[in-house]
């Protein structure tokens, strides 16, 4: 069954470098997204992506942040300069498209990002 | 703007007997409803999803959930549990159609016991 993947597992990075989490969606889906889980907190939504660009995005998505797609099959969010509040799981979903409330997203297994 | 309350952080219940995880829900337009599970070191699984077509929902695993308007409540629910179904389990909502940003619940801690 296709999946969605996502490395590495676990990325440990010092506060003020940038990190780029990669994600490979499920290979004829249309919608990307990132989530992002602080851990005991809930799963928030970042950004969506979509025909090569940004769809929506949430407040929590500012100028550190930035997603892209560059080959067909790869999709990957970048953070600028990483902050310690910045430590979360990162999930990847994507979708195919359908259209009447009839579109699921499939999650990855998520990148585990530690920022000392 | 959407929001989900799922009632209790953790749910222990014994093997064979139902399980019921609460999920209550805020929207001011007709709602999409989902249950994701997650298994530990794996990603989100989507286990059913309401949208519109019937308020009975059934999933995989053997699971089910309600959608209620006038309670605004989309509880999950099993008959009988399995020690394979301990797992953290999210709803979440979406509006207009599924790929739209889902606005999860903090999620629940599924125990089963021997």
């Known amino acids: 069954e296709p999946e969605v993947t996502q490395t590495p597992s676990h990325q440990v990075t010092q506060m003020g470098q940038e990190v780029i989490l990669r994600c490979v969606p499920i290979?004829?889906?249309?919608?990307f997204y990132w989530y992002r889980q602080i851990l005991g907190q809930k799963v928030e939504f970042l950004v969506s992506?979509?025909?090569?660009?940004?769809?929506?995005k949430s407040e929590i998505f500012d100028d550190q942040f930035s997603v892209e797609r560059p080959d067909g099959s790869n999709f990957t969010l970048k953070i600028r300069s990483t902050k310690l509040e910045d430590s979360a799981m990162y999930f990847c979903?994507?979708?195919?498209?359908?259209?009447?409330?009839?579109?699921?997203?499939?999650f990855g297994p998520g990148t585990r990002l530690t920022v000392l | 703007a959407q929001s989900v309350t799922q009632l209790g952080s953790h749910v222990s219940v014994s093997e064979g007997a139902l399980v019921l995880l609460r999920c209550n829900y805020s929207s001011s337009v007709p709602p999409y409803l989902f249950w994701y599970v997650q298994y530990p070191n794996q990603g989100l699984q989507l286990l059913l999803k309401?949208?519109?077509?019937?308020?009975l929902v059934k999933g995989i695993n053997g699971f089910e959930a309600e959608f209620k308007k006038s309670e605004t409540s989309f509880h999950l629910t099993k008959p009988s549990a399995h020690m394979r179904d301990a797992a953290e389990y999210f709803c979440?909502?979406?509006?207009?159609?599924?790929?739209?940003?889902?606005?999860f619940g903090k999620g629940t801690r599924l125990s089963v016991i021997a």
């Open positions: 979903a994507s979708s195919a498209g359908l259209a009447g409330g009839l579109d699921t997203q499939y």
């Open positions: 979440a909502v979406t509006v207009n159609s599924g790929n739209t940003p889902l606005v």
């Open positions: 309401y949208t519109s077509a019937a308020t």
């Open positions: 992506f979509y025909n090569n660009e940004i769809s929506e």
């Open positions: 290979s004829n889906h249309l919608y």
